[in-house]
């Protein structure tokens, strides 16, 4: 992450004060907000649930599986590529239709604004399971009842704490960047777009209410809510469970089953252990979709400045638990016959 100013200048023009920014913002959300979170929580849930018998013989079309896988990959990708790596963590620079496209399509997720996502994940890292986490599952011990409890926490009872993460302390960057700012400003449009495309896409499709209709149920409610848990499981499972490749001060991990869902974040031990590396699943064997498609970006152009793994640096922290070397894409790799440092590609 970047390094967010950590004072701001008085207005006294006479005596420039520096005083240190507050992390959390004066005005709690209200409650109005925290009722909206809670509707988009439960309310793609109870869809999930209410799908089962409407899945078999009707109600359920392969228009419906396209929109949604459609929907599902944009809006993850916009997450993971977009809001966490790009936005987050600056692991690479892009161009400014690349990054408005990014801003849109991480919306489409309905996670929040992008400056309130990064602000977040910043304080995440900051902090990562120490006191100042927003969603630490240690939160409250390491016994099994203080685990459960935390677990619940990490993946959706912090979205309820009324306290804001201070966008002015964490991403004064995104702040001064009009484009993006603007984007993130315009949420509740991307959030009707995110809603109402798929049901517009389906009625147009099969020509009927009835299409318009089931897309709107599985394409909008049930990927939204799909997406949801697989990004809250990266804060929980992967703070929790999982292999720990490389050496971490936390207690991020490594959790293979969840890479493809979740384009490559659950890779999430090497993400702690290099936050700007632009590759998360950085061993070989290690599927990370957000990565090939940074790396399509960069060959087009589009993308610069790509912070692929760097061998010499990883090699130093992985803990060789599970003796698996460092896969493709990473800067140099040791040469096997004499120890030589040779490029791996370009
Ligand atoms: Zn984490
Ligand atoms: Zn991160």
């Known amino acids: 992450?970047?390094?967010?100013?950590?004072?701001?200048?008085?207005?006294?023009?006479?005596?420039?004060?520096?005083?240190?920014?507050?992390?959390?913002?004066?005005?709690?959300?209200?409650?109005?907000?925290?009722?909206?979170?809670?509707?988009?929580?439960?309310?793609?849930?109870?869809?999930?649930?209410?799908?089962?018998?409407l899945a078999w013989g009707w109600g359920l079309s392969w228009h419906d599986v396209v929109i949604g896988l459609v929907f599902y990959v944009v809006s993850g990708l916009g997450i993971s590529m977009g809001f966490h790596r790009h936005f987050t963590h600056l692991s690479f620079k892009a161009a400014l239709p690349v990054?408005?496209?990014?801003?849109?399509?991480?919306?489409?997720?309905?996670?929040?604004?992008?400056?309130?996502?990064?602000?977040?994940?910043?304080?995440?890292?900051?902090y990562s399971d120490r006191d100042g986490d927003p969603h630490s599952p240690w939160r409250f011990g390491d016994d099994w009842k203080a685990l459960a409890k935390g677990l619940?926490?990490?993946?959706?009872?912090?979205?309820?704490?009324?306290?804001?993460?201070?966008?002015?302390?964490?991403?004064?960057?995104?702040?001064?960047?009009?484009?993006?700012?603007?984007?993130?400003?315009?949420?509740?449009?991307?959030?009707?777009?995110?809603?109402?495309?798929?049901?517009?896409?389906?009625?147009?499709?099969?020509?009927?209410?009835?299409?318009?209709?089931?897309?709107?149920?599985?394409a909008s409610l049930v990927r939204i809510a799909l997406l949801h848990h697989v990004t809250w499981s990266i804060n929980s499972v992967c703070h929790t469970f999982g292999n720990e490749d490389f050496e971490v001060r936390d207690k991020s991990r490594n959790v293979a089953w969840l890479a493809i869902p979740s384009f490559g974040e659950s890779w999430h031990n090497l993400h702690h252990a290099d936050p700007t590396c632009a590759r998360h699943g950085a061993l070989r064997g290690q599927i990370d979709i957000s990565a090939r498609v940074i790396r399509w970006t960069e060959r087009l152009g589009m993308a610069w400045d790509v912070r692929w793994p760097d061998q010499p640096r990883l090699a130093a922290k992985l803990t060789g638990l599970r003796n698996k070397p460092l896969g493709a894409m990473?800067?140099?790799?040791?040469?096997?016959?004499?120890g030589r440092v040779t490029p791996l590609w370009r």
């Not at 439960?42 to 649930?49: G, Y």
């Not at 302390?169 to 509740?188: E, G, N, Q, T, Y």
């Not at 990473?330 to 004499?338: C, E, I, P, V």
Request: aromatic content about 10%.
């Open 1 to 53: 992450m970047t390094a967010a100013p950590d004072t701001i200048t008085g207005s006294d023009h006479s005596v420039a004060k520096r005083v240190p920014l507050p992390e959390i913002e004066p005005a709690p959300n209200s409650p109005s907000a925290r009722f909206l979170v809670g509707l988009f929580v439960i309310v793609p849930l109870l869809a999930v649930a209410a799908a089962v018998p």
């Open 99 to 126: 990054r408005i496209a990014l801003a849109i399509a991480g919306s489409l997720a309905v996670e929040g604004p992008v400056l309130v996502w990064v602000a977040d994940h910043r304080r995440h890292h900051k």
């Open 152 to 218: 619940l926490w990490a993946h959706v009872g912090w979205l309820f704490n009324p306290n804001r993460t201070s966008q002015s302390k964490f991403c004064p960057d995104l702040i001064a960047d009009r484009p993006i700012h603007r984007m993130s400003r315009l949420f509740p449009l991307w959030v009707a777009v995110s809603l109402l495309g798929p049901a517009l896409i389906g009625g147009l499709w099969a020509w009927s209410w009835t299409g318009a209709l089931t897309a709107f149920f599985w």
């Open 330 to 338: 990473t800067r140099q790799r040791l040469d096997k016959s004499g």
